[in-house]
């Protein structure tokens, strides 16, 4: 089974909570779900340093720690042999989010409402992972 990890970077703004999203570029990526930033891990990577990497190269977030981690745990995808696993992190201060790569063409905050549209499907377990971690509302504490 292939592996993947990545980070769900959150803030809030004007009381709404706002998620990290990703878009593969290419036209034959046109019509493809939005994801996390993430990526394969690399041979005797760890799960976070794959994350915290795969976020920088994906999405120009640069500042984030492994101490700054809280894990969401993993999900396998339902038509491809890979597992997905999952950190949530508040979004540094000074993030300025970009396309950083040539494999993706967009890169935005949005909504949670928005991200449950946009999102894979079978990625969506983790924002209501990310809810339950922070109280259980859309909301920032």
């Given at each position: 089974m292939k592996r993947?990890?990545?980070l769900l970077i959150y803030r809030c703004v004007q009381q709404q909570l706002e998620v990290?999203?990703?878009h593969p570029s290419g036209n034959y990526n046109r019509h493809a779900p939005w994801s996390l930033p993430k990526g394969l891990l690399d041979e005797g990577e760890s799960l976070i340093d794959a994350?915290?990497?795969e976020t920088h190269e994906e999405a120009g977030?640069?500042?984030v720690t492994a101490e700054q981690l809280?894990?969401?745990g993993?999900?396998?995808y339902t038509r491809s042999n890979k597992?997905?696993?999952?950190f949530a992190v508040v979004s540094p201060t000074d993030a300025a989010p970009h396309p950083n790569c040539w494999e993706i063409e967009k890169v935005e905050f949005v909504p949670v409402e928005v991200a449950r549209q946009r999102l894979h499907r079978d990625q969506r377990p983790f924002l209501d992972r990310l809810i339950e971690l922070l109280g259980g509302s859309n909301?920032?504490?």
């Open positions: 993947a990890a990545g990290l999203l990703v994350a915290i990497r977030v640069n500042g809280t894990p969401l993993h999900v396998d597992r997905v696993y999952a909301r920032e504490a």
